[in-house]
Nanobody, 115 residues
């Protein structure tokens, strides 16, 4: 079993910042990619950003230059620093990890950006 615990969501004004955290625990031997997806009301879940064990990153075009993903391998934790937030960033943000060819998802944390 793999457990993912997300934190850091909330309500922020446009132009503000938030930092999301996700701690992975349990049977995580062989953990590789960690990342964040998001799902806005009425829309499909979409990529936010992902990061490999070695630190290679991939961002959605919509967040490039504003969001930064990082990870602490010793703590099995992935972070998403979100700056210059826009109302269109409002969504539930889901942490995801890949462990030995299986993907796992957190329960999500709500991010709401007011205009």
């Amino acid at each position: 079993q793999v457990q993912l615990v997300e934190s850091g969501g909330g309500l922020v004004q446009a132009g503000g910042s938030l930092r999301l955290s996700c701690v992975a625990s349990g049977d995580i031997f062989g953990i590789s990619v960690m990342g964040w997806y998001r799902q806005a009301p009425g829309r499909q879940r979409e990529l936010g950003a992902v990061i490999t064990t070695g630190g290679n990153t991939n961002y959605a075009d919509s967040v490039k230059g504003r969001f930064t993903i990082s990870r602490d391998n010793a703590k099995n934790t992935v972070y998403l620093q979100m700056n210059s937030l826009k109302p269109e960033d409002t969504a539930v943000y889901y942490c995801t990890v890949r462990v030995r060819q299986m993907s796992y998802w957190g329960k999500g944390t709500q991010v709401t950006v007011s205009s």
